[in-house]
Structures are given as structure tokens and as C-alpha cells.
Nanobody, 125 residues
Framework: VQLVESGGGSVQAGGSLRLSCAASGSTYNRYDMAWFRQAPGKEREGVTFISSYGGTNYADSVKGRFTISKDNAKNTLYLQMNRLKPEDTAMYYC????????????????????WGQGSQVTVSS
């Protein structure tokens, strides 16, 4: 499974950005997928998760501002980020289990087998 991210960039606080993550594989509709982020000097943290059947979870820090979605016809995962804050500045990564389930909570990196290359999001105050 290959994941190719696009989007990201720089924006002022209060602005919006959308990240996309295109996945390879013929069984995309069976994938659990997530977005993680990592700021300099910090651990990678789970931002949001979407299961193969469409159930979602969000970190408390982004609830009400970020929305995860996926288009199974396009094999693409999205992250819509609204009302961005400077503390959202980080490298963002999409991740998937590729349909191979592993144990662990959705916010733990070890739960996922495949990762995108990362997209930088910078929010200025």
C-alpha cells in the first residue's frame, strides 16, 4: 500500500486548509485510516481516525474544527481543517492498516502499517 499526500501549506490563524491522501490497493474500502501530526521536539500524536465502515474519532484538541472523510471511489482520504490555531503547526501524516488489523487504540502509531510522506502545515498568529 502506498499513500501519497497533498495539500498543506501556510495560513494565518483562523484560516482553513485541506489535506488529501491518495491510497493504492484494490481493497481500499476495507482500510481503517487516520491522520497523525508531529511538531518539532514532540511525539507523533493521533489527530483523527475513520474506520472502514465510516465511524470517526477525533482528538479533543481538534473536535469541532477538523473533519475527516474518505471517498472510496477515488481511494482518497481527506482532512478538512478549519479555525486553525498556531498550535496546529506540525507535519501531518496519513496512515492506514491496509486492511490488516493490529491491536492498539486508534491514536497509537503502532496500530498502522503504512504511512504517507508527510505534509507541512504552518499556522501563524
Amino acid at each position: 500500500v502506498q499513500l501519497v499526500e497533498s495539500g498543506g501549506g501556510s495560513v494565518q490563524a483562523g484560516g482553513s486548509l485541506r489535506l488529501s491522501c491518495a491510497a493504492s490497493g484494490s481493497t481500499y474500502n476495507r482500510y481503517d485510516m487516520a491522520w497523525f501530526r508531529q511538531a518539532p521536539g514532540k511525539e507523533r500524536e493521533g489527530v483523527t481516525f475513520i474506520s472502514s465502515y465510516g465511524g470517526t474519532n477525533y482528538a479533543d484538541s481538534v473536535k469541532g474544527r477538523f473533519t475527516i472523510s474518505k471517498d472510496n471511489a477515488k481511494n482518497t482520504l481527506y482532512l478538512q481543517m478549519n479555525r486553525l490555531k498556531p498550535e496546529d503547526t506540525a507535519m501531518y501524516y496519513c496512515a492506514t492498516d491496509g486492511g490488516i488489523r493490529r491491536s492498539g487504540y486508534w491514536w497509537t502509531p503502532g496500530r498502522f502499517n503504512y504511512w504517507g510522506q508527510g505534509s507541512q502545515v504552518t499556522v501563524s498568529s
